[in-house]
Structures are given as C-alpha cells and as structure tokens.
C-alpha cells in the first residue's frame, strides 16, 4: 500500500516469515487432500453398487427405491465430515474429533464381526 510493490508476510505476532515458507503455503497438504477424495471416490462407488444390488435381490426393492435409499445415505456420510468439522471447530478440538471418530470406526468394526460370526449359520429366506 506505500506504492512499492513488494508485500510483507509475518506469522501473527510480527516475524517475518523467510522467502520459501511464503511460496509453499497452501500447497504442502494438497497431496494428501487430493489422496484422501480420490480414496474416498473408490470407495464410495464400491460400496454404492453393493447396496443398491443388495436391496433389489435381498430385500426385493425396486430400482429406483433402492437409488434413492443410496443417495440418502451416500448424502448423510458426505455430510458427517462436516458436522465433524463444527463439533470440533465449536466445542472439542481436532485430537479429540480424531480419537472419537476413531473409536466409533472400530466399535462398528467390532460390532460387524460379532454379528457376523454369531449369525453366520442363520440364512434369511425372503
């Protein structure tokens, strides 16, 4: 603004930040970003095709029902990133948002396997 043309970068209390650490900012975490989606994207078409078959052979759903049940559920985990996000930003912090969801992540792992293995003799017959 005093018409010379060069901006100053500091770190919020008044250090000024070297030439290199200006250059890079914003960019040091895209790859991970950019893992995590593409992740994320595989995953989400997998299991998308499952549900969707396995509501019409299954339960006998029709196709469309059972399209409109998977963008339900596939709209609601798009969103829990987010409610994540708030709850951490408003109330918790980021470590504990990590450990929670951690814990809820392998209690439903652990849950599936217990019922997997106590109800792998019963087969449903529809």
């Keep these: 603004m005093d018409g010379g043309g060069e901006e100053v970068?500091?770190?919020?209390?008044?250090?000024?930040l070297p030439y290199s650490a200006r250059?890079?900012?914003?960019?040091?975490?895209?790859?991970?970003i950019a893992g995590?989606?593409?992740?994320s994207s595989i995953a989400v078409s997998g299991w998308a095709n499952n549900l969707i078959v396995y509501m019409?052979?299954?339960?006998?759903?029709?196709s469309i029902d059972a399209t409109?049940?998977?963008?339900?559920v596939a709209a609601?985990?798009?969103?829990?990133?987010m409610v994540a996000a708030i709850l951490a930003d408003s109330f918790l912090g980021c470590f504990s948002i990590v450990w929670i969801s951690?814990?809820?992540?392998?209690?439903?792992?652990?849950?599936?396997?217990?019922h997997y293995e106590t109800t792998s003799n019963y087969v449903p017959r529809f």
């Design 9 to 16: 970068f500091t770190d919020g209390e008044g250090q000024m």
């Design 23 to 32: 250059k890079r900012d914003g960019w040091a975490t895209f790859p991970f």
């Design 36 to 39: 995590a989606l593409i992740g």
């Design 56 to 62: 019409i052979e299954k339960f006998h759903v029709r």
């Design 68 to 72: 409109q049940t998977f963008n339900i």
């Design 76 to 81: 609601s985990t798009s969103l829990l990133p």
């Design 102 to 114: 951690s814990l809820i992540s392998i209690l439903v792992t652990i849950y599936f396997y217990f």
